[in-house]
């Protein structure tokens, strides 16, 4: 059976049938479906029960994949994942949930805030991949919103302002927003800020989108007031209900986003129940904006 897609939303987000994610993609599927990412920018397939493995595999057919190094406070000693994937869980390495105290527990609440995938690596990410693995009793969906249908919708005159705009995104920004602010000097430097356009342009089919995300945390000549409150503001704009997609988990369902066009959030959830999510980032292939690599 050929694969088909649904359209599960006026502005986004397809819904994909006939394909088995176990088993190797033909080279006809893969660029299907990555068609089907330019245009639908979230894709959702349900009763995928994979391995870590098979869902590696899978994202093999998008690019290289992204290293996670530099993306949280957890030292690899703790991880609980060794596969390669990106534990978005709320478990430690005994498979049970973290403490509330527990920092890593912590650092992961910032992914209750809008953002796009590593828009603090200097190259952030294409797509993510992410598994349902355990769904959580109480809460926990996963919003989605399409920075391109935000853009089109601003009026001219802002258009024309944050045209050039360039921002500077840190895990600092995002976590200083929920209050953490306690990093060590091995974390302010890992966590140094990257520079990125505000508007960026899809290279497949030329789009324009809003390139939010909770890292940003400042403007290129601007104060921080004014430029916090001008990326609220979009940020406001771009989350209205009609931009968003709201995804109710059912266990075995992947999710596959194009974080060049689309922010997420994960809504609160039980956190004295378990969660298991495990994603699968695809790496961009050029920064934004030239900048100097990161050291
Ligand atoms: C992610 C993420 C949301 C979720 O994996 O990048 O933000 O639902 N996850 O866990
Ligand atoms: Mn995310």
Redesign the pocket.
Known sequence: MAPSVRKLHQHFVGEVSGIDLRKPLTPDEARTIESWMDEYAVLVFHGQDITDEQQLAFANNFGERENRKGGNVTRKEEYRLNSGLAD?SNLGKDGKPLPRDNRTHLFNLG?CLWHS?SSFRPIPAKF?L?SARVVNPKGGN?EFADMRAAYDALDAGTKAEIADMICEHSLMYSRGALGMSDFSDEEKAMFKPVLQRLVRIHPVHGRKSLYLSSHAGAIHGMSVPEARLLLRDLTEHATQPEFVYVHKWTLHDLVMWDNRQTV?R?RRYDQSQPRD?R?ATVAGTEPTVQQQAAE
Do not use: A, K
Request: zero cysteines.
């Open positions: 978005v992914n995938d993510s992410l996963t997420h994960v999510m994603r």
